[in-house]
C-alpha cells in the first residue's frame, strides 16, 4: 500500500487528492515539519533535501511530489486522469503539470523563503517583484480556463491537481491575484468531494509519536 509522508499543507495534498480521485487506498504518516527534524538523519535518509513529502510503496520511496502523482496514475490507474501518451492533449497534460511547479509555484515559493529567512526584515522590493511575478503565473491559467471548466477543457485531470495546489498557494500568499476566471477554476476544484476528503484526511492524521 501507498505510505505518504505529509505534514498539512505540504505538497503530499496533491499525492492524496490524486488517491482520494481515484479511490486509491493509503496511509498517511504525519511529519514532524520543524527544521530540526527536517535535518536529521533520520529524515534525511527519506528526502535527501529535508523536505515534505515522501511516498513508499513496498520498495519504493519517492520524495518528488510531481513524480509521485505521476507513477500513481501509470501504475495504480492507467487511462485516467491523463489523455493518452503521445497525444497532442497529453503534451499540453505534462505542460500544465510541470507548469504548476516549475514556473507557477516559483516565485511563491521565493515568498515563503524570504520571509522565513529574514521574518520582518524582509525586504519589500523583493516581496512585490515575487508577487508580480506569481500575478503573471496566475494571469497564463487564467486565460487558459476563461472558457473552460478545467486545464484541459471539460475533463478533469492530474494537471488540475497539480495546478490545484499551487493555486492553494497563491490564494493564501498573493491572494490578490486571484480574480476573474482563475478565480471561477479555483472554486470548481475546491467543491470536488476528492478535494473535501483531502482536507478531511490531513485533519484526521494520526499525532505525531512522542
Known amino acids: 500500500m501507498l505510505n505518504i509522508y505529509h505534514a498539512a499543507g505540504t505538497r503530499a495534498f496533491r499525492v492524496i487528492w490524486t488517491c482520494e480521485e481515484l479511490a486509491i487506498p493509503y496511509t498517511l504518516t504525519r511529519v514532524d515539519f520543524s527544521p530540526q527534524y527536517r535535518a536529521t538523519p533520520e529524515w534525511r535518509k527519506l528526502n535527501p533535501v529535508g523536505k515534505v513529502p515522501v511516498m513508499t510503496d513496498d520498495e519504493l520511496t519517492m520524495f518528488e511530489s510531481g513524480a509521485m502523482v505521476q507513477y500513481i496514475l501509470d501504475k495504480y490507474a492507467p487511462g485516467r486522469l491523463q489523455p493518452k501518451a503521445g497525444t497532442h492533449a497529453h503534451a499540453l497534460y505534462l505542460q500544465w503539470s510541470w507548469y504548476a511547479e516549475a514556473t507557477f509555484a516559483r516565485p511563491i515559493g521565493e515568498i515563503v523563503n524570504h520571509q522565513r529567512a529574514f ?58 491575484a486571484i480574480t476573474g476566471p482563475v478565480a471561477q477554476y479555483w472554486e470548481r476544484l475546491q467543491n470536488r468531494p476528492a478535494f473535501a476528503a483531502t482536507k478531511a484526511a490531513e485533519t484526521a492524521m494520526p499525532a505525531l509519536e512522542t
Open 119 to 176: 521574518g520582518d526584515a524582509a525586504i519589500p522590493e523583493v516581496i512585490a517583484e515575487m508577487q508580480a511575478r506569481a500575478q503573471v503565473g496566475t494571469n497564463a491559467v487564467s486565460e487558459a480556463v476563461a472558457e473552460r471548466d478545467y486545464i484541459l477543457g471539460s475533463e478533469f485531470s492530474a494537471a488540475d491537481v497539480m495546478l490545484g495546489y499551487t493555486l492553494m498557494l497563491a490564494n493564501r500568499f498573493v491572494p490578490e
